[in-house]
């Protein structure tokens, strides 16, 4: 708890809040000694979109939200996309092994955590398998990605189902922005992996770019010795094109990806495709109509316990307007279909085996200016699944603009995840007489949330935020006796109430500090007269406290050193003790074009654990890398 105050301090001093840890602007990447000339004004104009589904400036956005840059990324030395969102305090990210993550905001954490929305420029990563991602699957050229930015907090007026403690939105730069050759190596004591991009021009004045990854990993270890037998090997490629013609922008974009990942008695596999199109058409000086597609293909093998293969079609449409200068409306909607095969097992089974799903949507929102400096934000979404029907989805949002560097706001939604075929068709084991099974009566887990947030950049080189939270759950997920054999039910209920803040320091032109904490209380228990059997364990395993403060130097124009620390309280059940660690870079441009740099994670700590039972838990030692990035 010492250490936790101190970081905290150490974070409330720094800043209480986020311009996104030095976030970058939308239309071009800015290093920190290209932030330090930025006037107030410029600062006050940083730029994102996912509270909105528009450009808007983060100063004037109500929600509590963090944006990771490119150049956060490039300087974290991070590997993969879970590492990358170690960078956000309001995110409590464990490890579980060489390949899983247990990944979450404001609690209910788990590998297979069902309450926090991921998107990959507009592609929705989460499964309809059981409301979650498969971390290990979502892989990227990491110098490709504009930022992130990550909500703590509902989001599911806009986004839908499962944006209910959050969302995580990636979004990639345009291929204008990635022309030539850019070639990425990496080799440490435990894995080791290359990128090839190249970007060029297209004959109808458009660009593209195409990538190339591999990657390779050895075993963890356990924390009671010996190997996990979890390494795995992974490639990937993709491309994108962007183009415009008079009012239009035309963008396509794919991946597809393969791994193998070590697990007794046989390697897990994973494989897949997605396909994206969109189009933006410019309709008027403030009307613009988005127009998006996806396809996305999925092919999964979990030796002894299932093989699916699913297929998701997805489309939606939205129109943004003025209709009156104190109006800021954005409405439209969608319809997704997944297409889920599975092979079942003595194990495990889905009854029925394949399974054909719906999902459509509308939505409205209207920003209104009530007055000078005081605006509303009212929306609602109307949500068909195909589990339980229609969900309303409301949101309410009041915001003080005090100055143009100061915003005071609170908010009042509702959020649901959807049921899964997890909650629904699931059998344990394969064959009767079963243990566990899916009940067709599981309802939708509801949260009624109300939060009160302060954002400020009190001077150029200090900003922050800070957000109280209150959440409530009346229906969670438990495991409760049913006709002959266990079931999911919603005997549970819940509360989550916390404060979270973050902020971002500049002490001279080239050294910026970085910091932010959450601090949060999870009550769940069994309704009065229900029976719950081991289903609260199952929710969630989360931390009461945590926080982090990073150091970003400049030292000189050709040498970078940057360092993180991180505080993570204990997990009360299985009970994981509380850890602090150190990662540390050392970066060096001997040229214009390449970037050498030395990273190492864990540099002061022998070993620590940060998820799963004592029997199978994962042990992290340090480790030490070398990174090449030559662009030509």
Same mark, same amino acid.
């Given at each position: 708890?010492?250490?936790?105050?101190?970081?905290?301090?150490?974070?409330?001093?720094?800043?209480?809040?986020?311009?996104?840890?030095?976030?970058?602007?939308?239309?071009?990447?800015?290093?920190?000694? /290209?932030?330090? #000339?930025?006037? *107030?004004?410029?600062?006050? @104009? &940083?730029? %994102?979109? !996912?509270?909105?589904?528009?450009?808007?400036?983060?100063?004037?956005?109500?929600?509590?939200?963090?944006?990771?840059?490119?150049?956060?990324?490039?300087?974290?030395?991070?590997?993969?996309?879970?590492?990358?969102?170690?960078?956000?305090?309001?995110?409590?990210?464990?490890?579980?092994?060489?390949?899983?993550?247990?990944?979450?905001?404001?609690?209910?954490?788990?590998?297979?955590?069902?309450?926090?929305?991921?998107?990959?420029?507009?592609?929705?990563?989460?499964?309809?398998?059981?409301?979650?991602?498969?971390? /290990?699957?979502? #892989?990227?050229? *990491?110098?490709?990605?504009? @930022? &992130?930015? %990550?909500? !703590?907090?509902?989001?599911?007026?806009?986004?839908?189902?499962?944006?209910?403690?959050?969302?995580?939105?990636?979004?990639?730069?345009?291929?204008?922005?990635?022309?030539?050759?850019?070639?990425?190596?990496?080799?440490?004591?435990?894995?080791?992996?290359?990128?090839?991009?190249?970007?060029?021009?297209?004959?109808?004045?458009?660009?593209?770019?195409?990538?190339?990854?591999?990657?390779?990993?050895?075993?963890?270890?356990?924390?009671?010795?010996?190997?996990?037998?979890?390494?795995?090997?992974?490639?990937?490629?993709?491309?994108?094109?962007?183009?415009?013609?008079?009012?239009?922008?035309?963008? %396509?974009?794919?991946?597809?990806?393969?791994?193998?990942?070590?697990?007794?008695?046989?390697?897990?596999?994973?494989?897949?495709?997605?396909?994206?199109?969109?189009?933006?058409?410019?309709?008027?000086?403030?009307?613009?109509?988005?127009?998006?597609?996806?396809?996305?293909?999925?092919?999964?093998?979990?030796?002894?316990?299932?093989?699916?293969?699913?297929?998701?079609?997805?489309?939606?449409?939205?129109?943004?307007?003025?209709?009156?200068?104190?109006?800021?409306?954005?409405?439209?909607?969608?319809?997704?279909?997944?297409?889920?095969?599975?092979?079942?097992?003595?194990?495990?089974?889905?009854?029925?085996?394949?399974?054909?799903?719906?999902?459509?949507?509308?939505?409205?929102?209207?920003?209104?200016?009530?007055?000078?400096?005081?605006?509303?934000?009212?929306?609602?979404?109307?949500?068909?699944?195909?589990?339980?029907?229609?969900?309303?989805?409301?949101?309410?949002?009041?915001?003080?603009?005090?100055?143009?560097?100061?915003?005071l706001w609170a908010a009042l939604s509702r959020a649901v995840r959807s049921p899964s075929r997890i909650d629904r068709d699931?059998?344990?084991?394969?064959?009767?007489?079963?243990?566990?099974?899916?009940?067709?009566?599981?309802?939708?887990?509801?949260?009624?949330?109300?939060?009160?947030?302060?954002?400020?950049?009190?001077?150029?080189?200090?900003?922050?935020?800070?957000?109280?939270?209150?959440?409530?759950?009346?229906?969670?997920r438990s495991v409760s006796p049913g006709t002959g054999a266990l079931v999911f039910a919603n005997n549970n209920e819940g509360?989550?109430?916390?404060?979270?803040?973050?902020?971002?320091?500049?002490?001279?032109?080239?050294?910026?500090?970085?910091?932010?904490?959450?601090?949060?209380?999870?009550?769940?228990?069994?309704?009065?007269?229900?029976?719950?059997?081991?289903?609260?364990?199952?929710?969630?395993?989360?931390?009461?406290?945590?926080?982090?403060?990073?150091?970003?130097?400049?030292?000189?124009?050709?040498?970078?050193?940057?360092?993180?620390?991180?505080?993570?309280?204990?997990?009360?059940?299985?009970?994981?003790?509380?850890?602090?660690?150190?990662?540390?870079?050392?970066?060096?441009?001997?040229?214009?074009?390449?970037?050498?740099?030395?990273?190492?994670?864990?540099?002061?700590?022998?070993?620590?654990?940060?998820?799963?039972?004592?029997?199978?838990?994962?042990?992290?030692?340090?480790?030490?890398?070398?990174?090449?990035?030559?662009?030509?």
């Open positions: 708890m010492k250490r936790l105050t101190l970081l905290c301090a150490a974070s409330i001093a720094s800043a209480l809040g986020c311009v996104g840890a030095a976030a970058q602007s939308a239309t071009a990447p800015l290093r920190m000694a /290209e932030l330090a #000339d930025l006037d *107030l004004e410029q600062l006050t @104009r &940083i730029t %994102v979109m !996912s509270a909105s589904r528009r450009d808007e400036s983060l100063a004037e956005t109500p929600a509590s939200l963090y944006v990771i840059s490119r150049d956060d990324i490039r300087r974290s030395g991070a590997k993969t996309i879970p590492e990358i969102l170690r960078l956000a305090p309001n995110l409590h990210v464990a490890q579980a092994d060489a390949s899983q993550y247990a990944i979450t905001a404001r609690g209910f954490n788990n590998t297979l955590a069902n309450k926090l929305l991921v998107l990959m420029d507009g592609r929705t990563l989460y499964t309809p398998l059981f409301s979650g991602v498969f971390w /290990e699957a979502q #892989d990227f050229a *990491l110098d490709d990605i504009d @930022r &992130i930015e %990550v909500i !703590s907090g509902p989001g599911a007026t806009l986004w839908g189902a499962n944006a209910v403690n959050g969302v995580i939105n990636i979004i990639t730069l345009p291929s204008s922005r990635t022309q030539g050759t850019l070639v990425r190596g990496v080799a440490g004591n435990d894995e080791r992996g290359a990128t090839v991009r190249y970007g060029g021009a297209l004959p109808n004045g458009g660009t593209f770019r195409v990538y190339g990854k591999y990657w390779d990993r050895d075993n963890q270890q356990l924390q009671t010795g010996g190997d996990i037998v979890d390494s795995s090997k992974r490639a990937n490629a993709g491309f994108r094109a962007d183009w415009a013609g008079g009012a239009d922008q035309w963008t %396509v974009q794919g991946d597809g990806y393969w791994g193998d990942i070590d697990q007794l008695p046989a390697a897990r596999s994973i494989s897949g495709a997605n396909v994206l199109g969109r189009l933006t058409r410019q309709l008027g000086a403030d009307s613009v109509l988005r127009i998006q597609a996806y396809y996305d293909r999925t092919d999964r093998e979990h030796p002894m316990q299932f093989k699916e293969r699913l297929d998701i079609v997805d489309l939606e449409a939205q129109h943004s307007l003025r209709p009156a200068a104190a109006h800021n409306l954005i409405w439209g909607g969608g319809y997704r279909y997944a297409r889920d095969r599975v092979e079942n097992s003595a194990n495990q089974s889905f009854i029925p085996a394949n399974k054909s799903m719906g999902w459509g949507n509308v939505f409205v929102q209207d920003e209104i200016a009530i007055a000078d400096k005081l605006s509303i934000t009212l929306g609602i979404k109307a949500e068909r699944n195909p589990y339980s029907g229609t969900e309303w989805l409301p949101n309410a949002r009041i915001a003080y603009q005090a100055t143009p560097e100061q915003l699931v059998y344990f084991p394969g064959n009767p007489p079963f243990v566990l099974v899916g009940n067709d009566t599981f309802e939708d887990e509801v949260a009624n949330v109300a939060e009160i947030g302060y954002r400020a950049q009190f001077s150029e080189a200090f900003s922050g935020s800070i957000t109280a939270f209150y959440q409530d759950y009346p229906n969670l509360t989550s109430k916390g404060l979270e803040g973050w902020g971002s320091l500049r002490l001279t032109h080239g050294w910026r500090l970085s910091g932010g904490f959450v601090l949060q209380r999870l009550h769940i228990a069994t309704k009065a007269g229900q029976v719950d059997i081991g289903g609260i364990a199952g929710l969630g395993n989360d931390p009461e406290q945590s926080a982090q403060l990073r150091s970003w130097w400049d030292i000189g124009s050709a040498w970078e050193f940057d360092a993180g620390v991180r505080y993570m309280g204990k997990l009360p059940n299985p009970g994981v003790p509380s850890y602090t660690v150190v990662d540390a870079r050392v970066g060096w441009k001997p040229t214009r074009n390449l970037e050498l740099a030395l990273i190492v994670q864990n540099a002061f700590d022998k070993e620590h654990a940060e998820w799963g039972p004592p029997a199978n838990r994962a042990s992290y030692d340090r480790s030490m890398m070398l990174r090449a990035i030559l662009k030509l």
